[in-house]
């Protein structure tokens, strides 16, 4: 046996058991992420990621300076002179929510009647249908996989004309169901793939020993994967979440109608008509971002763990 290598490799020889295959190959697995995290947890990675973090964050410690600054001082000098010559109001906040120049208080509202149905729909369809691809065997399921896979590239622009057109023929127009109907076909393709390589990870010894003890599908699926696919479920949830949140385009074609818009569309008013509300607009934005902040923070360590055990494969 040669020892020259840096490290030892382990033959899969052809007479394995499928027992120490699996063994092995989860052996080089561990390997390949203790030699990405010691990469990247060296003093070079930290340093280009702080750095990185600090460009990332001034543009938006900007805006939030900006948010508190007079309409005079913002219309005379740039945010950085803040430290120079400090002006604190807090009108913008109270203009921007209230009314006076846009009033968001009233498409919170909305915002959160579109976000959550375009959340639990997709998750509950591409629950069942990742299910099907990874655990029944039915004839065309990997091309039908591949073809769903594809559709993520598919650009939304495209679709929005069928989509609208569709809309208007059933007479869905002038309510909610075309944005969540929107948001859901947009979300299923990324839902179904990240949920079916989650569902792939659990070992098939557990769901041969349910079906040895006579458990059927709905069984399977509801008592032994379900609570194992928390992680990947909120990964999902998180994402949608943040995306229905922030989403401007979806909300423009579908849901033109002033009580049916949601907070991003009346962010996009508040500077007024030749742009000269800039402390409206800075003020509306950060309202705005306080509901996924705090979505995303506090499920932070579910988004990451689903993000890979859905999107590692080894």
């Known amino acids: 046996m040669s020892m020259s290598g840096s490290a030892v490799e382990l033959p899969i020889t052809t007479d394995a058991t499928p027992e120490e295959k699996l063994s092995s190959r989860q052996l080089k697995r561990q390997l390949r992420l203790q ?23 001034i543009p938006t410690f900007g805006l939030f300076v900006t948010s508190f600054r007079p309409p005079v001082d913002i219309n005379t000098s740039g ?47 591409a629950l069942l249908a990742a299910y099907a691809f990874a655990w029944i065997d039915f004839k065309g399921r990997t091309i039908l996989f591949v073809a769903i896979f594809a559709l993520q590239i598919v650009p939304i622009q495209v679709t929005l004309i069928p989509l609208q057109t569709i809309f208007v023929n059933f007479g869905l127009q002038n309510s909610f169901w075309p944005v969540w109907i929107s948001h859901t076909i947009f979300g299923l393709p990324l839902a179904i793939f990240l949920l079916h390589n989650f569902m792939k990870e659990v ?7 349910a079906r040895v003890d006579g458990a059927g599908h709905v069984k399977i699926f509801f008592v032994v994967l379900l609570p194992l696919l928390v992680p990947a479920i909120a990964a999902f949830g998180i994402f949608q979440f943040l995306w229905v949140w922030n989403d401007l385009l979806v909300a423009l074609v579908f849901a ?34 306080v509901v996924p902040l705090v979505v995303f923070i506090s499920l932070q360590r579910y988004f990451v763990r689903g993000l890979l055990a859905g999107g590692v494969k080894g």
């Open 79 to 125: 945010w950085w002179t803040f430290f120079a010559n400090p002006g604190i109001t807090f009108e913008n906040y109270t203009n921007a929510w209230a009314g006076g120049g846009g009033g968001l208080g009233g498409f919170f509202l909305n915002s959160f009647v579109i976000v959550f149905p375009a959340v639990i729909i997709p998750i509950s369809l």
């Open 203 to 209: 070992p098939a010894s557990i769901v041969e020993a």
């Open 35 to 57: 030699d990405a995290k010691t990469k990247l947890s060296s003093p070079w990675a930290s340093g280009v990621a702080i750095i990185l973090a600090i460009l990332w964050t």
């Open 256 to 289: 033109p109608s002033p009580n049916l818009r949601p907070i991003t569309a009346a962010i996009a008013d508040l500077s007024g008509t030749r742009g000269n509300q800039w402390e409206l607009l800075s003020a509306g934005a950060f309202i705005s971002m």
